[in-house]
């Protein structure tokens, strides 16, 4: 038994979700395993916290899933709106992010539960603005990395909400707060309009040649500039590009610098960088 996840304590009644604090002790709780069906007990009273369980030998594993799921499809068409993460992107690999905005609340126009949409089956698939966004919840696992990667090759925006360590105090309001309006449990799996502005912005990053001149590297044509030497402009990549907010990345050849061609697209954009830099 997994401890580091959700407790079982949403059934059915009547084909209705009703909290474990809502329902009578034991099988007179009269509800069904949102997974399998079959009735189950509840469990209020002795030392752990009010649960379900399945009579012994029914338990189908796939009850607290598959009842959060439904959870998360019914507070999302009820409440029409979820906060999403904030969005940044990042224009190398692995690099400091940009950020693009911060969290934003987004009103949905639809929300459907596991509806096979190409070759997956998004835990809740939203509409908002015409658009899809799937939202996928972590009850016990991550969003593993084949749907994941499915999930961008759609282009079809995704979140994950990952509930896997929510072991305590997971009553159904609880959940319900951090499924519309939580951020910090929250993460992109794939944004879609951020995806085709990244690539944009990759494309104008620029590679500027170091020189190597005594005792310091520059790379010439700073578009700062950070120095001057007779009317040129360069940088010396140890002091001037480690905090420059322009600079993407640097190895043995080149600096990567976004401040001449990027630069006005970001800006226009009114990106921010999230890393710390120094005001050069
Ligand atoms: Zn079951």
Redesign the pocket.
């Known amino acids: 038994m997994k401890s580091a996840a959700p407790m079982f304590v949403l059934g059915l009644r009547d084909g209705i979700l009703v909290g474990i604090d809502d329902v009578e002790n034991g099988l007179s709780c009269g509800c069904v ?1 949102p ?2 069906h ?1 009735p189950l007990i509840a469990r209020k009273g002795g030392r752990r916290a009010h649960h379900f369980a ?1 009579k012994p030998g029914e ?2 594993g ?2 607290v899933e598959t009842s959060i799921h439904m959870l998360a499809k019914d507070v999302l068409a009820k409440s029409r709106k979820i906060m999403l993460p904030s969005v940044t992107i990042s224009l190398r690999e692995g690099g400091g992010p940009w950020r693009v905005h911060g969290p934003q609340l987004v009103e949905l126009d639809d929300v459907v539960l596991e509806r096979r949409t190409g070759h997956i089956i998004p835990d809740v698939v939203c509409v908002a603005d015409g658009r899809e966004l799937f939202v996928e919840i972590a009850v016990t696992h991550p969003v593993e990395a084949a749907k994941v990667s499915t999930i961008r090759e759609m282009g079809v925006s995704a979140i994950e909400v990952n509930l896997s360590n929510e072991d305590r105090a997971s009553s159904k309001q609880h959940i319900e707060a951090i499924i519309v309006n939580g951020t910090n449990l929250k993460k992109w799996l794939f944004h879609s309009p951020t995806a085709v502005l990244e690539r944009e912005l990759r494309g104008k990053v620029e590679a500027l040649p170091l020189t190597d001149r005594g005792l310091a590297t520059h790379a010439d044509n700073c578009p700062l500039p950070a120095r001057e030497w007779r009317g040129k402009p360069y940088a010396n990549v140890m002091w001037d590009c480690p905090g420059c907010i322009w600079s993407v990345d640097m190895d043995s050849e080149y600096q990567y610098c976004a401040g001449r061609h990027a630069r006005p697209s970001l800006e226009k954009r009114g990106m921010k960088p999230e890393w710390h830099y120094l005001e050069s």
């Open positions: 395993c997974g399998c079959s399945h338990d189908c796939g009850g």
